[in-house]
């Protein structure tokens, strides 16, 4: 896991313009003149806590830039989170990336909120991304967001339907309103499907602590203090720390559900993937793609752009044969699928 700041720029372009800000020793940031133009020529993402190599949420983001770095010719930058780190590291950082002139700029996860407030109004012509918010809205921001719940009500429906015991459980890195909705479907799907299980929810941390999101070692001993309580399914949504409860349920024979990322083939959980009944996607990937073609195409998307089963912008995955054997779980799955998009069901967003 990385955890010193790094902004690695990709390509002759890239390079170019570094060169070129620092022989002109910099502007102000009220400066706009330096702002990109219409169209994507060099992209960045401000990665999460946690970073990219998460195995999670900050790699599938890394995904899609690099599916448009191939197809769309563009360069890219990244850049990397510090430990403790405020609103002004990440202002800092989104305004470096605007003034190299990458557009879009992309800040991934809803902490990025308030410093895309105050960078995006002095760089006009630059989209900036924003994944998992709505609180921040401007002529040139694009909300890009899920419904996390409907995916988590899958989740539970597949996890009361594999439990043994009737107890499963369920670990949120942060409590935070985001996490919440996580928790709400997935209790309410295992509910929906066994009214008599029991469901043992724990975070890791409050804010403004969000090591939740970024230790392996927290996750992996709430999975293991569930596991002794009688869970032998966990979901955990906790970013990087998810990859703890995932180790965690491997070592003592249950059943993991990994989230964002299908975590199965994940090279970096590849150890612990027999382990892991499925996961619950979020199609980040795909967001951050869009969102550079449409900037490339010079026609940028703004506002919210959400994401549901009904666009498959969620699901839950299927990579585990040994998920795929399991002929009444999947059953049950797709028939909870078919009734969230046709709203017989209603899926909650907060427990």
Request: one cysteine or more; proline letters at 4%; charged letters at 25%.
């Amino acid at each position: 896991m990385r955890r010193i700041t790094r902004i690695a720029t990709v390509g002759i372009a890239s390079a170019a313009l570094a060169l070129s800000a620092t022989a002109c020793g910099g502007k102000k940031s009220s400066d706009t003149s330096s702002d990109s133009t219409s169209k994507a020529e060099s992209v960045a993402i401000a990665y999460d806590i946690g970073g990219r190599g998460d195995q999670s949420f900050n790699d599938a983001a890394y995904a899609g830039m690099e599916k448009a770095k191939t197809d769309l010719k563009v360069t890219t930058s990244e850049a990397e989170p510090t430990d403790g780190e405020g609103e002004a590291d990440k202002v800092q950082r989104l305004t470096e990336l605007a003034r190299k002139g990458n557009n879009p700029v992309i800040g991934v996860g809803f902490s990025y909120a308030p410093a895309i407030k105050k960078v995006a109004p002095k760089f006009p012509k630059t989209t900036f991304g924003i994944i998992d918010d709505t609180s921040v809205t401007g002529a040139n921001i694009a909300n890009m967001v899920f419904n996390e719940e409907q995916g988590s009500y899958l989740a539970g429906v597949a996890a009361a339907k594999a439990s043994k015991t009737g107890t499963v459980g369920f670990i949120g890195g942060v409590e935070v309103p985001l996490i919440k909705k996580f928790e709400a479907g997935f209790a309410q799907g295992v509910k929906d499907t066994n009214p008599n299980a029991k469901v043992l929810v724990q975070y890791l941390t409050q804010p403004p602590n969000f090591d939740g999101f970024s230790k392996p070692d927290l996750g992996k001993a709430a999975a293991q203090g569930q596991i002794d309580a009688g869970a032998d399914v966990v979901y955990a949504a906790a970013g990087l720390a998810g990859s703890g409860a995932i180790e965690a349920a491997s070592a003592k024979g249950k059943w993991a559900i990994g989230v964002d990322s299908d975590q199965y083939n994940q090279a970096g959980l590849s150890k612990y993937k027999d382990a892991i009944l499925t996961s619950v996607t979020k199609d980040v990937s795909d967001s951050v793609y869009n969102l550079i073609k449409s900037v490339h195409d010079g026609k940028p998307t703004t506002g919210e752009i959400r994401y549901g089963l009904d666009k498959e912008g969620v699901g839950l995955a299927d990579s585990n044969p040994k998920y795929k054997e399991m002929t009444d779980v999947v059953a049950a799955v797709e028939k909870a699928k078919a009734d969230i998009i046709a709203k017989k069901i209603n899926v909650k967003t907060a427990p």
